[in-house]
């Protein structure tokens, strides 16, 4: 698997220039790439992977508390 999973809304840019936001997302940090899911379980029909050569600058931040 890959390196520690981290919760909050993410916000991502590609190099293309997208901008892509996840609300209450949780991430975890693959080798290859940032995997973007609903939950820690990451189930495939709700789990983006972006690829660590398409994604410019990624930001997590935690919920309020």
Do not use: C, N
């Amino acid at each position: 698997m890959g390196r520690p999973v981290r919760r909050g809304s993410v916000d991502l840019r590609t190099v293309d220039g997208e901008v892509v936001h996840h609300d209450e997302a949780v991430v975890r940090y693959d080798p290859d790439a940032f995997v973007v899911g609903p939950d820690q379980s990451f189930p495939s029909d709700a789990t983006v992977r972006y690829p660590k050569e398409t994604v410019a600058w990624i930001q997590v931040r935690h919920p309020r508390r």
